[in-house]
């Protein structure tokens, strides 16, 4: 397993920006799948968005698709979530995941898949 650490969380107004980031140690990134989840208050924990290992494909849920965008610097073992167009139904403890086996874009939507987790970031969008 690696290792994850979730920063860039914070306080946003609405139809402002964020950048998450999940930094990765005890393995290199450059063959995991990454994704992002995250759990609002009194809710489950929801998919967002994944990444391939070589940042080829990429899914995400419909909820965030054309506002969110998921990005990875294998050289820097981190994975990143760049949040725009932000809105209070977006405030959630987010968590970046990940699993070194192969890309599928229906699969890497289940928690099930990944075997890595970070320990969260909250993210709260005031309106």
């Known amino acids: 397993q690696v290792q994850l650490v979730e920063s860039g969380g914070g306080l946003a107004q609405a139809g402002g920006s964020l950048r998450l980031s999940c930094a990765a140690s005890?393995?290199?990134?450059?063959?995991?799948?990454m994704g992002w989840f995250r759990q609002a208050p009194g809710k489950e924990r929801e998919f967002v968005a994944a990444?391939?290992?070589?940042?080829?494909?990429?899914v995400y849920a419909d909820s965030v698709k054309g506002r969110f965008t998921i990005s990875r610097d294998n050289a820097k073992n981190t994975v990143y979530l760049q949040m725009n167009s932000l809105k209070p139904e977006d405030t959630a403890v987010y968590y970046c995941?990940?699993?070194?086996?192969?890309?599928?874009?229906?699969?890497?939507?289940?928690?099930?898949?990944?075997?890595?987790w970070g320990q969260g970031t909250q993210v709260t969008v005031s309106s």
């Open positions: 995941a990940g699993d070194g086996s192969m890309w599928y874009s229906a699969v890497v939507q289940r928690e099930s898949w990944y075997d890595s």
């Open positions: 990444i391939s290992n070589t940042a080829d494909s990429t």
């Open positions: 005890g393995r290199t990134l450059s063959s995991y799948v």
